[in-house]
């Protein structure tokens, strides 16, 4: 199964849109997904199901049950100063380790209003998903200044477009 | 002023007494100095201080004021998952932009049970800081195994007690 | 083709023993493999062989036309200066762009004399690799102390023989 | 002495010509400095001066002290394979441990043709510059575009003209 993270809890997020246009694209390539949105984390995730609170929280236990039955993901990642959402980080912290993530694959998204597309926030989640075992496809697909190039739902810019269409595509077969 | 923030929210955790030891140490070298505990975030924070709810809540907005009053910083950062804790940077998605940090200083110092001493997290946010204009001290120091190499709340290896000493003193010029 | 690229033109470098050993590994999963040395780079490469000289060094060409015809490679990357070998990387900014590393597959090794088996040598290289279009297997191998841990052409240390042993199995199946 | 260092051996390089552009900024604030371009590399320098050969070559040792008699650098880096070009590396691989760089200053401007502006490359080499002891200015410049934003020795780009000459100020006061 192929999960497609929401990298914020912001509501309302552009991550959320291009989660669910994703979805779509994976659809085309007759392919199912499920999003999984961190605006639906338990408010107080990172002191109730953190540390020796590991598991005790049901609402988290249950985001985390779909991270640990999927093979595959797409990560959504929106740039917030520099790199990815602390709350993205916090929530992988959860995790259940070693196992939740290990000999899984996965693609990444980055998006920005600026014009980096979140390069090196990009770089940073390589280096913990490489640490947690997660391949990361070669082909990452960023979407700078997401208030022209993604509108209504939908990639504007034709190149993009052909570049997540490819990295969809290359999940697939990953 | 300077201020050490202790980079988790994990209960009695080593990096408070990491940064218990930092203030004694500064203290030696004559200068007051605080520490700000991410023990002491509100637990709901990732939803109730961030995005449309910047600024509404009040124990957050203390912590927030602490950091924009402060010159200068020492960030104690443990190795969760090959990088910062995504809650220390929840924290700093948290503060206000672009004032918060900008022109500041800071040292950094990296802690872990294992042998890298959270090199990558220090490399990952040094990234964000520059970006939020804060010049990071390039002498970071690293704390691996942490069980060996800290305990009673002293550093015992004389050669990372050797490196924070002198990183507590180019801090100052800095 | 599995080409081992022995990331340093330093004489007798242990970056090319690690190099041979890595050859027996394979060849103990039946599988060939050749080495590629960067001490057999033409001297003056990063002049002769790059920007408007591109494809006119005989020498040069026939490396990187084992790079071109190889479709997984491990890169053997010791630790300068923090990060991988200036040499290295100048090795890949002489390689045909686009054609000769994308959609390909490697294993990165890091070695260092130091306790940090080069770990951001390896992230900075992967940020390369993947540019190109090159995954990168997330199991990384770090061999750190190397005076300790590698001695008479064998990893002296347990643990991290264990790990590179899967890395190999790992490789093989990506 | 402040030293800008134009980061690539390309004949007419694009990072030359910002270089003396910078030369110029540098002067309208009153402030002599002097241009190292690794043009002037010896051609075959990553074997004749590194390794064993460290201190061999006269050439490449003139280089070398202008590096060492510096308290300040700019760096112009060019984007080459998403990093810094190798030869860059390579030089910095060939100055003196560990007195070359520790303990300076410097300032760091990443050059592009594509939208990046080398936002990865200007990461990994302040990776490589702290752990020499050099501190990194936090107001890092990126020349995205060039074609586009650098014409005729001038920046033409309001916004990133003020950025750079803000960064030149900061340069002096840091």
């Known amino acids: 199964m192929i999960t497609i993270v929401s990298g914020t809890n912001r509501p309302e997020s552009k991550s ?21 949105d961190l605006m639906d984390l338990p408010a107080d995730f990172t002191f109730s199901a953190l540390y ?24 959504i990642v929106p740039e917030y100063n520099n790199s990815y959402p602390g709350v993205l980080k916090a929530f992988i912290d959860g995790l259940s380790y070693p196992n939740a993530l290990i000999h899984k694959k996965c ?10 597309g979140n390069v090196l926030g990009l770089s940073h989640l390589t280096d913990v998903l490489n640490y ?43």
């Open 16 to 36: 959320r849109e291009v989660a669910d246009f994703y979805k779509k694209l994976l659809l085309q390539n007759d392919t199912e997904s499920q999003i999984l």
């Open 132 to 174: 947690l075992g997660t391949h990361v496809l070669a082909q990452k697909v960023r979407i700078p200044l997401m208030k022209k190039n993604f509108m209504e739902g939908e990639i504007q810019d034709a190149f993009i477009h052909q570049l997540i269409s490819e990295q969809a595509r290359l999940l697939l077969q990953f």
């Open 107 to 116: 693609a990444l998204v980055g998006i920005s209003d600026g014009i980096q």
């Open 52 to 75: 020796q609170n590991s598991g005790k929280n049901e609402q988290f236990n249950s985001l985390r049950a779909i991270m640990e039955n999927s093979t595959k993901y797409v990560f």
